[in-house]
T-cell receptor, first 116, second 115 residues
Framework: KAGVTQTPRYLIKTRGQQVTLSCSPISGHRSVSWYQQTPGQGLQFLFEYFSETQRNKGNFPGRFSGRQFSNSRSEMNVSTLELGDSALYLC???????????????FGNGTRLTVT | AQSVTQLDSHVSVSEGTPVLLRCNYS??????LFWYVQHPNKGLQLLLKYTSAATLVKGINGFEAEFKKSETSFHLTKPSAHMSDAAEYFC?????????????FGQGTTLQVKP
């Protein structure tokens, strides 16, 4: 079974631009969660989608948004990029929502976003 | 609210010696606890999960963790370190209050393995 696939692996953008990141979950998984990883803040939850509905959102500004398609693939968008948005963005999928012990998260290798 | 505290930001061991990575948790509920590992430029890989069925949890690559409710701890151990174990390790608790895919991560422990 193929794992979680994130594209692209690396991105370089300029301040003020916008960016879209893509995530394909493990086949059969309906939940997709997004996390931001930075050296200073560590891993922080962005949002989770389940069956095309956003179920929870972390403490990020409205410039960060996402969506999920009927095939469970997900995209996240960051508008008006700031230098502080430079980070590794990780996507994770699970078979059920909740991320509990009966439905642990499986992570992709991430997209490294650099904002200059 | 749930939280996890990893007590060491950096641990250095020699190859073949035991590994101990310490984690304390705080949770109002019966927690779902995990350990994940991240190798450089990679995503996170699940090492093991606490399911409440047993307090001693065995994971992949020879790692184990013991859940101790009285000490609110979930320390990760391995009897003998291998060079390939060098990575960053995260202790994680699931946010039951939201019942969504929100995990709360510790700040991570970097494991260095010396030859």
């Amino acid at each position: 079974k193929a794992g979680v696939t994130q594209t692209p692996r690396y991105l370089i953008k300029t301040r003020g631009q916008q960016v879209t990141l893509s995530c394909s979950p493990i086949s059969g998984h309906r939940s997709v969660s997004w996390y931001q990883q930075t050296p200073g803040q560590g891993l922080q939850f962005l949002f989770e989608y389940f069956s095309e509905t956003q179920r929870n959102k972390g403490n990020f500004p409205g410039r960060f948004s996402g969506r999920q398609f009927s095939n469970s693939r997900s995209e996240m968008n960051v508008s008006t990029l700031e230098l502080g948005d430079s980070a590794l963005y990780l996507c994770a999928s699970s078979s059920l929502t909740g991320g509990g012990y009966n439905s642990p998260l499986h992570f992709g290798n991430g997209t490294r976003l650099t904002v200059t | 609210a749930q939280s996890v505290t990893q007590l060491d930001s950096h641990v250095s061991v020699s190859e073949g010696t035991p590994v101990l990575l310490r984690c304390n948790y705080s949770s109002s509920y019966s927690p779902s606890l995990f350990w994940y590992v991240q190798h450089p430029n990679k995503g996170l890989q699940l090492l093991l999960k606490y399911t409440s069925a047993a307090t001693l949890v065995k994971g992949i690559n020879g790692f184990e963790a013991e859940f101790k409710k009285s000490e609110t701890s979930f320390h990760l151990t391995k009897p003998s370190a291998h060079m390939s174990d060098a990575a960053e390790y995260f202790c994680v608790v699931s946010d039951h209050s939201s019942n969504t895919g929100k995990l709360i991560f510790g700040q991570g422990t970097t494991l260095q393995v010396k030859p």
